[in-house]
């Protein structure tokens, strides 16, 4: 079983930052589709942003592109989630996900959760004054 796991989160105040990870299983690290996707309750599970580790390529959903900044860490097999200026809205389980399809897929797919086999065990973020 494809292992994925995540830490940080937490809670914070509307403004502030946090930092998620995902470690990532060797076998499915490079050339693959990592995204982070989210769930608030009631809700469907969103797409958050998304890396392509054999270049590096990022794309990020329209409510966080202008605050969050998702990297790769190679050495580490694992990808970051840098969230800043964050708001109420962005409260919900996090979870970090994978799949190793080309790019060309990866760009046109990524935020299709159905669409995703391998996936970590989420991490709590509350944003709440």
């Known amino acids: 079983q494809v292992q994925l796991a995540e830490s940080g989160g937490g809670s914070v105040q509307p403004g502030g930052s946090l930092r998620l990870s995902c470690r990532v299983e060797d076998t499915i690290y490079r050339n693959s589709c990592l995204r982070w996707f989210r769930q608030a309750p009631g809700k469907e599970r969103e797409g958050v942003a998304m890396?392509?580790?054999?270049?590096?390529?990022?794309w990020y959903t329209n409510s966080t592109k202008d605050r969050f900044i998702i990297s790769q860490d190679n050495a580490n097999r694992a990808i970051d989630l840098q969230m800043n200026s964050l708001k109420p809205e962005d409260t919900g389980v996090y979870y970090c996900?994978?799949?190793?399809?080309?790019?060309?897929?990866?760009?046109?797919?990524?935020?299709?959760?159905?669409?995703?086999?391998?996936w970590g065990q989420g991490t709590q973020v509350t944003v709440s004054s």
């Open positions: 890396i392509y580790t054999g270049d590096g390529l990022t």
């Open positions: 996900a994978a799949s190793q399809v080309p790019r060309f897929i990866c760009i046109s797919t990524w935020n299709r959760a159905f669409e995703v086999p391998y």
